[in-house]
């Protein structure tokens, strides 16, 4: 049970990570596995055994969310685009009360006020920024555009892990966003076609991808571990002023599907969808 409940957080994390606005760090706060999480990839080689047994169910689960239920979320998003937001904003918000539990009865110093303030300032303004997607990227295989698809990965994948900041709204500002998804999608129909020149062509492109990622997940990882260890009232303050913003970021990001689809029945159901997403992140965050 506790192995299907552990694949299921990953999941919804790996969804997360593919809609620009969502962040998949928030959700890992949401679930009530953000610590243990950064614990275990920091403590991968000394703690082997147990770090792998913990992580490897949500990656297999984010890695999952993304390769089957991507599509659906993104049929979602255009059909019902409020209630899809509103239930992500409810796993966001269900979250909260569990990290407010972190500051709890500790004294708020200047440094925990201005972090709150920054990093929700930092999301909103991200937020507003990628309202429009940048040019498409070019993604030609050559050493300098590996190297440009290296950094990329180190950016999304540091950003991914962060609270309250979304990796893919990154990827859309950088106007790498929608060709990374369409080389995923193009690299899966290869695979199952056996077409080896299309397997190498994506394999070019999110194999760099890969490497930066991986190099950025264990950076960031170590560095948010440090925060906690030196300053942990700052840190968490700080996780909660991403957090806060975060349901700002998503509306501001969808705005105008907001509006397009503004209606009585909408409301009902999205308030409907919202209440479904405070209870799953209840449930999900639950030891």
Same mark, same amino acid.
């Given at each position: ?44 080689? $000394?703690?082997? %055994?147990?770090? =792998? ?5 949500? #990656?297999?689960?984010? *890695? @999952?969310? !993304?390769? +089957? ?34 500051? $709890?009865?500790? %004294?708020?110093? =200047? ?5 709150? #303030?920054?990093?929700? *300032? @930092?999301? !909103?303004? +991200? ?161």
């Amino acid at each position: 049970m506790e192995l299907v409940k552990s694949i299921l957080k990953g999941m919804v994390i790996g969804i997360a990570n593919a809609i620009p606005g969502v962040s998949g760090g928030t959700m890992m706060v949401s679930m009530g596995i953000y610590d243990k999480l950064i614990h275990c990839l920091t403590h991968l080689f $000394k703690e082997f %055994k147990k770090s =792998v047994k913990f992580v490897a169910p949500i #990656i297999l689960g984010a *890695a @999952l969310g !993304v390769i +089957l239920l991507s599509a659906v979320i993104e049929k979602m998003f255009t059909f019902i685009p409020i209630q899809t937001n509103l239930l992500f904003i409810g796993l966001i918000v269900g979250g909260l009360p569990m990290m407010m539990n972190k500051v $709890k009865g500790q %004294k708020l110093g =200047v440094g925990a006020i201005l972090g709150f #303030i920054i990093f929700f *300032a @930092l999301v !909103v303004g +991200l937020a507003a920024l990628g309202e429009t997607e940048g040019q498409a990227a070019d993604v030609t295989f050559g050493f300098v555009n590996c190297i440009k698809l290296f950094g990329v990965g180190i950016v999304a994948a540091a950003t991914m892990v962060i609270p309250g900041v979304s990796g893919s709204m990154m990827l859309m500002i950088m106007g790498y966003y929608q060709v990374i998804i369409e080389t995923i999608n193009d690299m899966v129909k290869a695979l199952i076609r056996f077409d080896i020149p299309g397997i190498l062509t994506g394999c070019g492109v999110l194999i760099p991808v890969a490497v930066g990622a991986v190099i950025g997940i264990f950076a960031i990882a170590k560095l948010v571990e440090l925060l906690f260890e030196k300053a942990p009232t700052v840190a968490y303050s700080s996780i909660i002023g991403l957090i806060v913003a975060s349901p700002i970021a998503i509306v501001l990001m969808n705005w105008n599907s907001f509006v397009a689809n503004f209606g009585f029945v909408s409301i009902i159901t999205g308030l409907l969808a919202l209440t479904v997403g405070v209870f799953g992140a209840f449930k999900l965050g639950g030891e």
